[in-house]
C-alpha cells in the first residue's frame, strides 16, 4: 500500500535516509522532522531536547518512524556520552509520543528500538517474547520503549522496532568492518563464537515499511534477518565476498583498550529471530548470510 504521508525523525541518518528513498519511492509523501529552521516544505522542526514537537505538526500525518537518536558506536562510552545515548532516545520518543497523544488521532508509531534489550544470552533463541536482559544497552532500551507510553495510553498504535546489526553500503557497524576486511583484519572478535544477529539495509527498510502498513502489529518486533550466525561464521562470509578467507583475530583484551565498555557489547551474544515479521507475512530479499554478504560487498564496491 501506499499514499500516505509518513513523518521520520533521523531522515538523514543511515537507514532514516534510506527509508525516505524507499517510501517516496513507493508513492508516500515523507514529513522530515528536524531540528533546524525548516528550508523545504516537506521539513517540519521538532526539538527533543528543549521543545518537543508541536503537535500541530503532526496532525496531518498518518505515520511517525523515529530513528533519530544518538549512535552507540560513535565514541567512547565516557559517562557523558552514555548520558546522551540514553537522553537522546528517551527525550526524543516521549517527545513524539506526547505529541501524539495530543492530537487526539491514532497516529500509526513506529518507534526505533534495538535487541540489545535483550542483553548477553549466548545461543538462546530470542523471540519478542524473550525478556529483558542486564547490561547498559539493555538498560538503554527498556527505558526507550518506556518512553513511549503516552501515546500506548491514548490508543495509539506503537511498534518498537528492535533493529540488530544493519549490514549496508555508507553506513552502520559494517561499512567500519568492511573496510577492515578489505585488509585480511576482520577476523573473529574474541571467541568469535557470540551470536551476530544481522539484516541488511534492503530489509530494514522493507521492514519498517511493512510496520507502517500494518498498524495491527504492535509491541516488539525484531527487525533481523531469519540466518543469525556466529560472528566469527559472519566475518568468514564477507571475507569469502570479498576472496579474501584468511582474516586475523582481535583479541578481546585488544578490543577492550580500542572501544572501553562497548566492547562488552560487540563480544555479546544475540541470537535473534524475526518471528513477529515472519509471522505477519513478510519476506526477506536476503534471508540467508553468504547471499547477504555478497550484497554488502557489491553494494558497497
Known amino acids: 500500500m501506499s499514499g500516505r504521508r509518513v513523518a521520520v525523525t533521523g531522515a538523514s541518518g543511515f537507514i532514516g535516509g534510506a527509508l525516505t528513498a524507499y517510501l517516496a519511492g513507493r508513492g508516500d509523501e515523507v514529513v522530515r522532522l528536524v531540528r533546524h529552521q525548516p528550508t523545504q516544505p516537506s521539513e517540519r522542526r521538532w526539538d527533543p531536547v528543549r521543545g518537543g514537537l508541536d503537535p500541530r505538526a503532526i496532525d496531518d500525518v498518518d505515520a511517525i518512524v523515529h530513528l533519530a537518536a544518538a549512535g552507540v558506536g560513535d565514541h567512547r562510552w565516557t559517562p557523558a556520552y552514555k548520558e546522551l545515548v540514553l537522553r537522546s532516545r528517551v527525550d526524543g520518543t516521549a517527545a513524539v509520543a506526547t505529541a501524539i497523544a495530543q492530537t487526539g488521532r491514532p497516529i500509526r508509531f513506529v518507534c526505533g528500538s534495538a535487541i540489545g534489550y535483550y542483553g548477553d544470552r549466548g545461543d538462546e533463541i530470542l523471540t519478542e517474547l524473550s525478556g529483558p536482559g542486564t547490561g547498559f544497552l539493555a538498560e538503554v532500551a527498556r527505558a526507550w520503549e518506556g518512553s513511549a507510553e503516552p501515546a500506548i495510553a491514548a490508543g495509539a498504535p506503537v511498534a518498537f522496532a528492535r533493529h540488530g546489526l544493519v549490514m549496508g553500503p555508507g553506513g552502520g557497524a559494517f561499512a567500519r568492518l568492511l573496510r577492515l576486511a578489505r585488509w585480511g583484519l576482520f577476523g573473529p572478535l574474541g571467541s568469535g563464537r557470540q551470536y551476530w544477529s544481522w539484516i541488511t539495509l534492503a530489509d530494514s527498510v522493507r521492514a519498517l515499511s511493512h510496520l507502517i502498513d500494518r498498524p495491527d502489529l504492535t509491541g516488539p518486533v525484531n527487525i533481523v534477518g531469519p540466518d543469525p550466525r556466529p560472528q566469527r561464521v559472519v566475518a568468514s562470509a564477507i571475507g569469502h565476498a570479498l576472496h579474501r578467507p584468511a582474516m586475523l583475530p582481535a583479541p578481546s583484551v585488544a578490543l577492550r583498550v580500542a572501544l ?3 566492547a ?16 505477519s507475512g ?10 547477504a554478504a555478497a550484497w554488502l560487498v557489491r553494494e558497497s564496491s
Open 282 to 291: 513478510f519476506t526477506f530479499e536476503h534471508s540467508m548470510l553468504r547471499p
Open 260 to 262: 572501553g565498555e562497548f
Open 264 to 279: 562488552d557489547d560487540i563480544l555479546g551474544s544475540q541470537r535473534v529471530m524475526p518471528f513477529a515479521l515472519t509471522g
